[in-house]
């Protein structure tokens, strides 16, 4: 198939992801994002990037779980390729996760573990209820402090950050263009940058939160998140804290460096962290380990992620415009299966990529 020009408004995951793919199916990409150089505001820069379904299972929609299972077979291939094309090394964390609970919020424990049966999962292989000690060989660091637990162990996480950057100069390698700091007006196919008419074969708008003009119904969630390093801690894996009012995560991120983060705020406020938000997250932090009450703290953020009414994401294809949006916070739980999807909608990723080999 002769090479195709493609309009991208939106550098975040999703955007980024397809536009990689498009590149390297030989096409001609234009990569359009808001936001500044080394300045990202997309959710995918602030996210945690887990890929955990049974995780999520019990709080998400069904469809969301299968689109989860799919993007959780589909990850490794993707950063092997991305490896591949990048000349840079991605890989995929996949040492499962645990799920915990205080012993006074044994009725959260409960109730995660009855959902788990109740969808037909208590005796699937990626599903593992384990005990205290099961809890310490995992996690040494939570010896002693949890009773009971549930261990996904095919369960995984990316480091995000530079596998976004790494996108898009991946993009940048294969001919493609990449722009900074500029706005998109969309109006059908109709596209306009700073004024200027975009003439394109085909439109992909993956803007978030930025697209709710064209989508009714689009709302921004308001999610904070804390960056916090200690060289005394050692969490091997993505740890879950079911509490009766909030669902806390610490994810590794790599040298001493984690990632807390559990607020879930119906704001589309993206103004800084509050005291009480900060302390609830740290309060939180403290009961996983003590020992991380002497962490440093290195980043507070805060952003948006696009919800739909249902929670659920949504794709649509008109003419020549093609919109993928309401990942929520299941952002890279879902990116690859609809991208999938996407592909097969559409006859633009026909070519040398790599939903040829991964998708």
Not at 127 to 146: N, S
Not at 273 to 291: D, K
């Amino acid at each position: 198939m002769a090479s195709r020009h493609f309009i991208i408004a939106g550098a975040g995951l999703m955007g980024s992801l397809a536009g990689w793919q498009l590149a390297r199916a030989g096409h001609r990409v234009t990569l359009l994002e808001r936001s500044q150089p080394g300045q990202p505001e997309s959710a995918a820069y602030t996210a945690a990037a887990m890929v955990a379904p049974f995780s999520e299972r019990a709080v998400s929609d069904p469809a969301v779980f299968e689109h989860g299972k799919r993007s959780l077979a589909l990850w490794p291939e993707l950063l092997r390729q991305l490896s591949d094309d990048s000349g840079e090394v991605h890989r995929f964390q996949q040492q499962g996760s645990l799920l915990v609970a205080h012993p006074s919020d044994r009725a959260e424990m409960h109730d995660f573990q009855h959902h788990l049966t109740h969808c037909g999962l208590a005796n699937d292989a990626a599903v593992e209820c384990v005990d205290r000690h099961r809890i310490a060989e995992l996690e040494p660091e939570l010896a002693g402090r949890f009773e009971q637990g549930v261990f996904m162990p095919t369960e995984g996480h990316l480091a995000n950050r530079p596998m976004l950057s790494s996108l898009h100069r991946t993009i940048q390698r294969l001919g493609g263009d990449v722009r900074y700091g500029v706005s998109v007006d969309i109006d059908g196919e109709d596209w306009r940058c700073e004024g200027e008419v975009l003439i394109a074969d085909g439109y992909l708008d993956t803007r978030g939160v930025g697209a709710q003009p064209n989508m009714p119904g689009l709302r921004g969630v308001r999610g904070e998140v804390v960056w916090v390093q200690s060289d005394e801690v050692r969490i091997q894996r993505p740890v879950r804290l079911l509490h009766p009012r909030y669902r806390l995560y610490l994810v590794p991120k790599g040298n001493g460096r984690y990632i807390l983060g559990a607020t879930e705020l119906e704001s589309d406020d993206r103004s800084p962290m509050t005291v009480r938000s900060s302390l609830e997250l740290l309060s939180a932090l403290y009961t996983i380990s003590p020992r991380l009450g002497e962490a440093s703290i290195l980043e507070m953020n805060t952003n948006l992620r696009p919800a739909l009414p249902n929670h659920c994401p949504d794709i649509q294809v008109e003419g020549r415009v093609a919109r993928v949006n309401g990942l929520f916070r299941h952002g890279y739980l879902l990116a690859p299966a609809l991208l999938e999807l996407l592909a097969a909608q559409l006859d633009w990723f026909e070519g040398e990529a790599v939903c040829q080999d991964a998708i």
